[in-house]
């Protein structure tokens, strides 16, 4: 039999406190009212005081509604009806289809134990030089996207997800604008992807606890076809939202603030999300691509820099390019390796000579005479710029390759790019 | 003996609970979920009746009401032969055989015991019978991989106890009895483990020592510009990307010492994984067998319970002191420290002290400096020297140096390595920055030496700032040719390719020669009609350099590089005509 609390004594921000008794933590609730009824989890036990976070905020709250227990915590239906659906960040369908209620899983799990992990070892290709060349990205990693609002991060995102190979690609956004939704839905569609996809979407308009649920339910999802042996792709974006649903909730909760309001356990709760990207001995793995967008383009901004301590590394996405300067895939050593033996030697010297490259323009904008040295190292810059980095670029990691030798033989000696002679004997065009 | 206290309040990874009778601090309760499973605790503070615990594992599904058990014992850990190859968590978990029993995730409410009971040892007697022992004076010994790992008698014994027997040579498992002590009428049993609580530093031990002996890292940058010696502290703080955790990779395969403790506090799991696949493969060139056989790892990622976390670093340094006090020299890595400091602060807030700068406990500093003056060389009761060094990665927020954790690290340290964002977006790796970092210790090449080279770098950093006032064309070609050398500097001493399979290792011998060929490019005086033809000798030498630096030391080809160095540096001497 349910008990019902029928006398809620606070209710502030979208957290409420009631007397209830043999409450467990982290349970979850159900708050009934005139203006409709909505979850709501347990957040803290204090000998008989009950403080409940309330998903749909508390808005219309009246201290007269129906508190009921359910004696668990959240759960979320799990099988292969998923795919091509839409749900929201309270787990509801959002695509007018039926709600699933079959062979329900507990959302936000233990961590995987890291001696069951294995090290990310293949490559995924995207067909974006930018990427595969300089910044390859593996399956089992877990990497954002940082840039300023503007930006275009999320047809970066789309891109990736239609173009590297996944067995099941989930979606979840956070905070989104409604045209986003549907421009990622479209996508996906068109794509002819939405059979294999699932989304779980919170607008800007859903109540802000949704939005802290969101990444919990993708993610929940994603590990149960990684244990089945899927190759699993998750999408968050976007992250700051997340983290700022975060901080609205401490600091209703009197929490003191560590930094910019945002509480003291926020790496811990980014990590405990992108931790969930892995590689599983028997061959499932989640690979997660988030877009964490810099308010001020500030990558010292709290969400970014603790964001870049527990990813993989991350790409900069600035004036419409993934700048190589700051992007960084730090498991691409473990699969360019093995792509070609020319691969790391293109990677890092077509780079040092672009950033001599920025320097040389620096100084070119103050006014200084150029050197010999210098007009090669412009005209290097504007060819890499105009074949290699664009967003255009469309082409796969070994004609990069070969475009990028190209490059570098239209305007230097071998000897002058840094690159080892035995690599530039083989590699470099004879042609030229 | 134990008591059981009435769970009051649930609050994150916080549990407060109502107990009459008498509570230690520090000391483990497990709180009883409703469906039996225990969640490992420790008292973290007493209020009246109140006591407050944080919970090493997730509390869903707590209730006010639930029992908990409260025990006398101090949070502790396990210590004895085979703790090494072995991957433990924060609270000396065997995480492999938790994923054989548990399967995939770490469900909260199992422990199990870290030493294997089953493996037998080969025990050799050490103490005779008779004679009068102290706390950690040696009764026997094992054979552990390649060390002799000594049977202590107990680091809790008090006074001289007397040796009333040893056990025969032979093979014992850790828990068989191999010696029996009496005092005053009194016998003891001894086995092989000892348990020891991780927050109390384990110092038996006749006088600590001042480091003298280089640490070798081989890698170049820290071995004779920063260099870290044996018994020493280090600090690495950088923003990321900058190049921390590679640095501390290399630095656990490299170094020159007995036993590393591999940390990793906080931080990715993809990074022990890396280390747990790749070291059981890796041939450790001192030994002969592989680097795990010399590597424990203590693994606390991000995901896993905060609590744990905090407490993981004391477990990694308690089992450091161990190893010391075995006759070994250790390493601990400390990956990252800054991630511990916000565990405390986690755990401050919750409960709601009163905050310091950043929202960090007032108490942040004075724990760090307790924390790396565990480390150290010391003289064991035998003789033996000994030593535990200590090095930490620091993650600044913003990469800022200014916050509390890098200020609090730099006052106890006596290296700090800071890595800069500069360098590694330039690819310019280990990102050390040679004009911000300091050492206070004297590494393998002469200090003098090393200070003069040192200059260059300064020099040349000057001069590359002015050149992007004045221009290419305002510079003298002195000043640019000093420019030059120091670029040369930086590119083939300073920078390393940790991916090449001989540069990523520069043992000593080979630094000292690679020290004084590129002093006497520093040296040299050049002549050159231009600055365009400047630029053009220094490619060639850099691109010399660096071949030499990819070439296997005391090979042909080696002297031949060399001899086109000095070709190029003849090819371009001034002369006094």
């Not at chain 1, 020319?342 to 010297?349: E, L, P, Q, S, V």
């Amino acid at each position: 039999m349910r008990k019902y609390y029928t006398k809620i004594d606070n209710i502030a921000g979208n957290v409420a406190t009631l007397k209830a008794t043999n409450v467990g933590y982290d349970e979850l609730a159900i708050v009934e009212g005139s203006w409709g009824s909505s979850l709501a989890q347990v957040i803290r036990v204090n000998g008989d005081t009950v403080t409940l976070q309330v998903f749909a905020g508390t808005r219309g709250v009246s201290t007269g509604d129906k508190v009921s227990f359910l004696g668990s915590s959240m759960k979320f239906s799990f099988s292969e009806d998923l795919f091509g659906r839409i749900f929201s960040g309270s787990g509801e369908a959002r695509d007018n289809r039926g709600e699933l209620t079959d062979n329900l899983i507990e959302i936000g799990g233990p961590a995987v134990n890291p001696a069951v992990r294995l090290m990310p070892h293949r490559m995924i290709p995207t067909n974006i030089p930018m990427i595969d060349v300089f910044n390859t990205l593996v399956e089992g990693q877990k990497l954002p996207i940082f840039s300023i609002p503007g930006e275009p991060y999320n047809e970066l995102l789309a891109r990736i997800a239609l173009q590297a190979e996944a067995d099941v690609i989930i979606f979840g956004g956070m905070g989104l604008k409604y045209d986003e939704y549907l421009y990622f839905k479209n996508r996906l569609e068109e794509g002819g992807a939405m059979n294999r996809s699932i989304m779980f979407v919170h607008t800007a308009s859903d109540p802000v606890v949704e939005c802290l649920q969101t990444p919990d339910l993708a993610l929940t999802v994603a590990e149960q076809f990684a244990i089945q042996g899927k190759r699993v792709l998750v999408l968050l974006t976007d992250m700051t939202n997340f983290a700022n649903a975060l901080k609205e909730i401490s600091i209703t909760m009197e929490q003191i603030p560590s930094n910019r309001g945002y509480p003291g356990d926020l790496y811990s709760q980014l990590a405990s999300r992108y931790e969930k990207a892995v590689v599983f001995e028997e061959g499932g793995s989640i690979t997660l691509m988030a877009v964490t967008t810099m308010p001020g383009d500030d990558v010292t901004h709290p969400v970014p820099d603790n964001t870049g301590y527990i990813t993989e590394g991350q790409f900069y996405l600035k004036g419409g390019v993934i700048d190589p300067f700051g992007s960084l895939s730090r498991l691409k050593q473990q699969v360019n390796g093995k792509t070609r033996e020319d691969h790391r030697a293109i990677m890092d010297g077509c780079i040092q000579l672009y950033s001599k490259c920025r320097e040389t323009r620096e100084k070119r904008a103050m006014g200084f005479e150029m050197s010999d040295w210098d007009l090669k190292l412009l005209a290097y810059g504007d060819s890499f710029e105009k074949e290699i980095m664009s967003f255009d670029a469309n082409v796969g990691l070994f004609d990069a390759l070969k475009q990028c030798w190209e490059i570098l033989a239209d305007h230097f000696e071998p000897r002058e790019t840094g690159i080892r002679s035995n690599l530039c004997d083989q590699f470099w065009p004879k042609n030229s | 003996m134990s008591m059981i206290g009435r769970i009051v309040t649930v609050y994150g990874n916080m549990v407060t609970a109502e107990v009459e009778g008498i509570v230690r601090q520090n000391a483990v309760a497990y709180c009883k979920r409703a469906d039996g499973v225990k969640l490992m605790s420790e008292i973290i503070r007493v209020r009246g009746k109140l006591v407050d615990m944080q919970v090493f594992e997730l509390t869903r599904g707590l209730k006010v009401g639930d029992d908990v058990e409260i025990s006398d014992e101090l949070l502790s850990v396990e210590l004895g032969p085979g703790l090494i190859g072995m991957v433990y968590d924060g609270l000396q978990n065997p995480l492999a055989e938790l994923a054989t029993n548990y399967g995939n995730f770490l469900t909260p409410g199992h422990y199990l015991k870290a030493l294997n009971r089953e493996k037998l040892w080969d025990f050799t007697p050490v103490a005779s019978i008779g004679s009068l022992v102290k706390a950690s004076d040696n009764l026997g010994k094992v054979q552990e991989n390649i060390f002799d790992h000594y049977i202590m008698a107990p680091f809790t014994l008090r006074g001289e106890w007397k040796v009333k027997s040893v056990a025969p040579a032979g093979k014992y498992r850790v828990e068989d009895i191999i010696a029996t002590l009496e005092k005053d009428g009194e016998t003891m049993d001894i086995n092989m483990i000892q348990r020891w609580p991780v927050r109390m530093p384990l110092g038996l031990y006749k006088q600590r020592l001042l480091p003298t002996q280089p640490m070798v890292t081989k890698q170049r940058i820290i071995d004779t510009f920063f260099p870290v010696m044996l018994g020493g502290t280090y600090c690495i703080p950088g923003p990321f990307g900058a190049g921390k955790t590679v640095l501390q990779q290399n630095t656990s395969r490299y170094a020159d010492v007995d036993v590393v403790i591999l940390a990793a506090c906080g931080e990715r799991a993809g990074e022990v994984v890396e280390t747990l696949r790749e070291f059981p493969h890796l041939a450790d060139p001192r030994t002969g067998g592989t680097l795990i056989e010399r590597t424990i790892i203590i693994c606390n990622t991000s995901s896993m319970p905060v609590a744990a976390r905090e407490s993981s670093v004391y477990t990694a340094i308690t089992l450091g002191e161990y190893y010391r006090q075995v006759g070994l020299n250790v390493l601990l890595l400390a990956d990252s420290t800054s991630r511990w400091a916000q565990a405390l602060r986690e755990m401050s807030g919750r409960l709601e002290e009163i905050p310091g700068e950043e929202a960090f406990p007032a108490y942040l500093e004075t724990s760090i400096a307790r924390f790396y003056e565990r480390g150290g060389i010391v003289e064991l009761n035998d003789g033996r020297v000994s030593s535990l060094t200590v090095g930490g990665t620091v993650s600044p927020a913003g990469g800022n140096f200014e916050e509390p954790v890098t200020q609090g690290t730099l006052k106890v340290v006596g290296a700090f390595l800071g890595l800069s964002y500069a360098r590694s977006y330039a690819r310019r790796f280990p990102a050390i920055d040679p004009l911000e970092s300091w050492s206070k210790y004297s590494g393998v090449i002469d200090t003098q030496k090393v200070v003069w080279a040192h200059k260059f770098l300064k020099r040349g950093k000057t001069i590359n700032e002015m050149m992007q006032v004045v221009g290419e064309e305002g510079t003298s070609i002195d000043d640019f040719v000093i420019y030059l050398k120091s670029e040369l500097l930086d590119n083939v001493y300073l920078q390393q390719n940790s991916f090449d399979e001989v540069d990523a290792a520069c043992p000593v011998e080979r630094q000292r020669y690679l020290f004084d060929l590129v002093s006497e490019t520093l040296n040299h005086e050049f002549k050159f009609a231009d600055k365009a033809e400047a630029r053009d000798t220094f490619f060639t030498l850099t691109e010399q350099f660096r071949n030499w630096n990819y070439t296997p030391w005391e090979t042909a080809q080696l002297k031949e590089i060399e001899a086109t160095i000095k070709e190029t540096l003849a090819s371009k001497e001034a002369t006094n005509a």
